[in-house]
Every structure is written in structure tokens, then in C-alpha cells.
């Protein structure tokens, strides 16, 4: 007799099938919210612009466990690359397959099926168990969880632990739990020249050849060692654009687009002062525009890593690494409150990628570490 998949898998194969793509939620939340009621949670939507977050809550002591996540997936791309339809959930060799399983609806389905066999057994937990969704992570990640944290510290409410369900694990679940993250700088450059013919370069100006040093200068500063923690700022180029299409034009302007990761050792206006001195040394006629995405921040150890190391070893036995490698995440909005932030996930290997899957077994325990987290913090 083939057996059923469990809770957990159920929850995360219906969301997967609600095409929740950035900014739309397609009724991911509701599908949430009528869970966490019958758990008798105080639901609160927080629309914002375009973007459908929620905050559910229950109890109203101190402290505040919150299990932060978002519904909204990246598109799948080409659908005749997938295997199976990316919206239609598919298990097959114990791998559950469809947009976002991994990234990150199985994790949160495995928040909800934690909750519901906490609460079972501990349905006078001490403090309150909290959820922060939204649905504006893979975007522009402006009328998300910031502005839902925003509306909780404009009232006063805080988070005390944030665990955050981005799939962290690298090899096997829970070999690494993020407890911070580096910060994320864009710059804007718009490098003005004057626009001739090739064949007459002393009537004109290249901007091309005037950026050429600067960026290299650029991409070739030593920012910091780095420390403990993070690794050193780095600086890449993303996009450079100039020319007309002509191969006897000189172009009047060259654009560029670059971004710095930077660690707990740099502040923004420090890159900023640093960058402009080495585009000033070069003589360049320029603009640049700043887009600064998030502040580095670090979870020290204390209640909320403890309790993820211990739980992860617990359910599955392995030692698990602490780290701030990778992207940013909704973490870098809740850490600046005063919250410990704590991202515990499953494997990313497939995550944004064709035939994005997830394990069914780790699905499981990952429900299995969420539930013993709550119970070393809340009882």
C-alpha cells in the first residue's frame, strides 16, 4: 500500500499549487491564516501597495516567537525545460518538485504543522508564538516585511526571536543555519563623455576608456580583512552599457551598475566616501545613485542559536555550521529591531532553478526542528 505523505508534505503541495508569483500571493496566505485560527492565533493583513503580507499572533507575553517567510515565488522560466508543470506539485523518487518547494513553501508549510503539534501538546506555552508572511521577498522587498516591522515598531510591538524558513542547508538539512548576513550596496554610475567619430578621437570623448581604470581601480580595492564572522567586502560589477551600435561612433556615455557585499567592519557612507575619492582621482564627469538593499547584522550566540544547533542535532544529528554567507534575506528588517534572527532551511541547491525540489523526508524533519525550537524557548 503506497503511504500517504504526512501533513507537512500535504500543506506544502497546496501551496506550491497557487502560482504565487512575486508580487502575488494567489491565496497562499489565506490558505495560512485559516490554519493559525483554528490554532487561535489574532490575524491581522497588512496589505501594502500591491503586496498581501500578514501578522498572526498568539499570546500576548513576552517573548515573541515569530516564524518569518514568504509566499511569492520567482517565475519558473521556460515552462518546456520543467519536467513537470512547476505549479502542479509532483513527488516522485522522494523528491517533491514545483516552484518554490524549496524556495520556500515547504518551509512553510513545516512552520504551520510544527505549530499545530506544539500547540497539541503545550497549548499553555509560555510567551507567544508569532508569524510574519509576505509576499514581497523575491521582489522589490519594499512593501514587505519591512513595512509590516515598521508598523509593529511604530505600536511598540517587538519580536524577540525571528526564525526564518530560507533554505539555508548547503549538502543535508541543517548542515548550515544563517545567523546573520552581509549588507548589500548598488551603485549607479552614468559616466559622461562626448560622443565623435573613431577616426577623430581628439574631437571627442570616450567614456569607455575614461571608466576603464576607475573600474578597475574599483574592483581592485582591498576594502577590509573582514572578520570572525564575515568574510571581506567584495565589490562586482553587474552591468555595463555604452555605445550606439555603430562601430565608427565614439559613445557619449557609458552606465554601469555595481554592487558591494560588505561586513559588520564597513558602514554604507564609509563605501560610498571611499568609492567617489576613487572615481574623483580619476577626473570623471559621473552621477551615481545609491540603493542601499539592507545592513549587515549578526546573531550572537544566545537563546535562539542555541536552541536551532541543539534542535538540528536533536532531529537529525548533525552538528550544524553557523554562517553569513549568501544573499540577503527579510532578516536584515526584523535584526535591526533587536530581534535574534536565525534562518533555518532546507537544501538550496535547486532553489530559482529548473525543476526546483525539494526533499520529502526533510520536509519532515524540518517540521520536527521547528516544533523542538518552540519547545526549548517557549515551555
Request: aromatic share 6%; net charge negative.
Amino acid at each position: 500500500m503506497t503511504k500517504q505523505p504526512s501533513a507537512t508534505v500535504r500543506l506544502a503541495c497546496e501551496l506550491i499549487s497557487r502560482p504565487s508569483v512575486t508580487p502575488e500571493d494567489a491565496g497562499c496566505q489565506a490558505l495560512m491564516m485559516a490554519r493559525l485560527e483554528r490554532l487561535g492565533f489574532q490575524l491581522e493583513p497588512m496589505r501594502f501597495g500591491e503586496v498581501d503580507n500578514f501578522w498572526a499572533r498568539r499570546g500576548d507575553e513576552a517573548p515573541v516567537f515569530c516564524f518569518a517567510g514568504h509566499t511569492d515565488v520567482v517565475p519558473p522560466g521556460p515552462l518546456e525545460r520543467w519536467d513537470t508543470n512547476p505549479f502542479e506539485p509532483t513527488i516522485r523518487d522522494g523528491m517533491l518538485h514545483g516552484r518554490g518547494a524549496c524556495d520556500m513553501k515547504g518551509a512553510l508549510a513545516a512552520m504551520i504543522t510544527a505549530t499545530e503539534g506544539f500547540l497539541a501538546v503545550h497549548p499553555d506555552h509560555a510567551g507567544s508564538i508569532a508569524f510574519l508572511i509576505t509576499s514581497d521577498e523575491e521582489g522589490p522587498s519594499i512593501d514587505g516585511t519591512r513595512k509590516v516591522v515598521e508598523a509593529l515598531e511604530a505600536r511598540g510591538e517587538k519580536i524577540d526571536y525571528a526564525l526564518v524558513g530560507e533554505p539555508s542547508s548547503k549538502a543535508r538539512l541543517g548542515d548550515i543555519v544563517k545567523h546573520g548576513r552581509r549588507g548589500s550596496l548598488t551603485g549607479k554610475l552614468y559616466i559622461q563623455g562626448r560622443q565623435g567619430h573613431v577616426a577623430y578621437p581628439q574631437f571627442a570623448d570616450n567614456p569607455i576608456h575614461r571608466a576603464a581604470p576607475a573600474l578597475a581601480a574599483l574592483a581592485a580595492e582591498q576594502w577590509d580583512q573582514g572578520n570572525a564572522h564575515f568574510p571581506p567586502t567584495s565589490f562586482q560589477i553587474s552591468n555595463v552599457h555604452a555605445g550606439t551600435g555603430a562601430d565608427n561612433v565614439i559613445p557619449d556615455a557609458l552606465a554601469a551598475v555595481f554592487n558591494l557585499r560588505f561586513s559588520t567592519e564597513q558602514t554604507p557612507e564609509a563605501i560610498q566616501e571611499r568609492v567617489h575619492a576613487i572615481l574623483d582621482a580619476h577626473g570623471l564627469d559621473y552621477q551615481l545613485d545609491w540603493r542601499l538593499s539592507g545592513l549587515p547584522f549578526l546573531t550572537p550566540a544566545g537563546a535562539l542559536l542555541n536552541a536551532g544547533l541543539d534542535a538540528i542535532a536533536a532531529v537529525t544529528g548533525v552538528i550544524a555550521e553557523p554562517s553569513t554567507s549568501g544573499g540577503t534575506s527579510d532578516g536584515r528588517f526584523i535584526a535591526p529591531t533587536g530581534a535574534e534572527v536565525l534562518e533555518v532551511g532546507p537544501v538550496n541547491a535547486t532553489i530559482h532553478k529548473v525543476n526546483e525540489c525539494v526533499a520529502v523526508k526533510e520536509l519532515d524533519q524540518l517540521a520536527a526542528i521547528y516544533a523542538e525550537m518552540l519547545r526549548r524557548l517557549l515551555t
